[in-house]
């Protein structure tokens, strides 16, 4: 409900009675707006009444019975800070007036000078200022609310490490030279395996916090093939899911200047996402092609497409884009999309994603192929070896 369509609920707060019924009546000129006007004329009255009832707006008067001067300011903002105050006082002080709106009042308006319809704008005006006022704090609350939690996140994920790889080296040694037996050896594999997947989940917080609060993604671009990493993350996918058919197309020149781990990490994050959500008996095609001064990586899967309501907050932190094959979402932290998305723009490049009932999900990561390199340089690419079809 607007203040058009009801009453502003307005508390005056004035000891001398005929300036309270000037203000009043001033206000009852003003045709476009409409008041309830609670009179008071101490501060104890005040602060009693804007407890149990907070007001729309406050009229406050600076000299009172029982407080005087900017006190009466602060007194009221600690009963209720949210309360947008005008300061409506006999004393025509400009540094006053200052050291009012220092204090929290929205406006200094002096006795005599004002007019009804200048005074509903300025209460108006107030109501205003205070609202933007507090979704300013609000804002700016939640923001050192993320940055804390994001900060706790990265200690907390780097002092897990330490347990974490001793747990992850133990269970290696068992495995090598333990002499266990056979339910045994399953068992420490089964904690070899979570130890790996625990590792992965931590850098991801890493990554995340370290993307989150050090202003993007640190990468360090040397001279690279990623034609060499997109065989080497599909061999090792191939190891670790040797029921799953994988088809890699390699075309023109794969040379660049990249940052090779974070490319490998990008690419088998794409590339493990499609093994996930897709159908056993169906592949999974990675394609790799020149497109203008930098190349394509295309990750095609059959599976489910990711609903349209999801599509939007893909690459956002924490979300994950629809249900694995068998009902049940990932397990991770849906950190692996943002992560990838945050390695290309590091790299100047850009990941989008496409996700149809009759195409499946594709992701497509573009990245150029030099970071503003003379053009002498960039000739170098044409040592690289000849193109090829996987």
């Known amino acids: 409900m607007t203040f058009q369509e009801r009453p502003m609920r307005l508390l005056l707060v004035e000891d001398n009675p005929g300036d309270a019924r000037l203000i009043q009546e001033e206000l009852k000129e003003v045709s476009s707006a ?26 406050l008067d600076l000299s009172l019975p029982d407080g005087h001067g900017l006190s009466n300011i602060s007194r009221l903002l600690q009963a209720v800070p949210v309360v947008p105050l005008v ?10 007036a200052v050291q009012a709106v220092h204090q929290g009042a929205q406006d200094y308006l002096v006795k005599g000078q004002v007019t009804g319809p200048l005074l509903v704008r300025a209460l108006r005006y107030a109501i205003e200022r205070k609202r933007v006022e507090e979704g300013l704090k609000r804002e700016e609350s939640q923001r050192q609310t993320a940055v804390f939690r994001e900060q706790f996140v990265g200690i907390l994920g780097h002092d897990l490490r330490n347990p974490l790889q001793a747990i992850a ?12 037996t056979e339910p045994q050896r399953k068992a420490v594999n089964r904690i070899s395996i979570s130890a790996d997947r625990m590792a992965r989940m931590i850098n991801d917080l890493l990554d995340f916090t370290r993307a989150r609060l050090g202003g993007g993604y640190p990468v360090s671009r040397a001279r690279m093939n990623v034609h060499d990493v997109l065989r080497q993350v599909v061999e090792e996918l191939e190891v670790a899911h040797p029921q799953r058919s994988f088809e890699l197309s390699l075309s023109g020149n794969g040379w660049g200047d990249w940052d090779a781990d974070r490319i490998a990490q990008a690419a088998s994050n794409l590339v493990g996402n499609a093994v996930q959500y897709s159908p056993e008996n169906s592949p999974v095609q990675v394609v790799a092609r020149d497109e203008g001064e930098g190349i394509s990586v295309q990750v095609h899967n059959l599976g489910s497409p990711i609903p349209v309501e999801r599509l939007p907050h893909i690459f956002d932190p924490f979300v994950r884009g629809r249900e694995g094959v068998r009902g049940q979402e990932r397990a991770g932290l849906g950190l692996g999309l943002y ?48 193109a090829q079809d996987g």
């Open 34 to 59: 409409r008041f309830e006007v609670l009179h008071v004329a101490r501060m104890a009255e005040a602060e009693r009444a804007v407890r149990e009832a907070p007001p729309d707006a406050v009229l």
């Open 87 to 96: 300061v409506l006082t006999g004393t025509d002080d400009e540094r006053l």
């Open 169 to 180: 080296g133990n269970a290696g040694l068992l495995l090598r030279y333990g002499g266990l």
């Open 339 to 386: 992560i990838t998305h945050e390695i290309v723009r590091a790299h100047s490049g850009t990941l989008r994603v496409t996700s149809t009932d009759s195409d499946g999900t594709r992701f497509w990561m573009n990245l150029p192929r030099y970071a503003s390199m003379p053009a002498s340089t960039r000739e170098g690419g044409g040592r690289t070896s000849a």
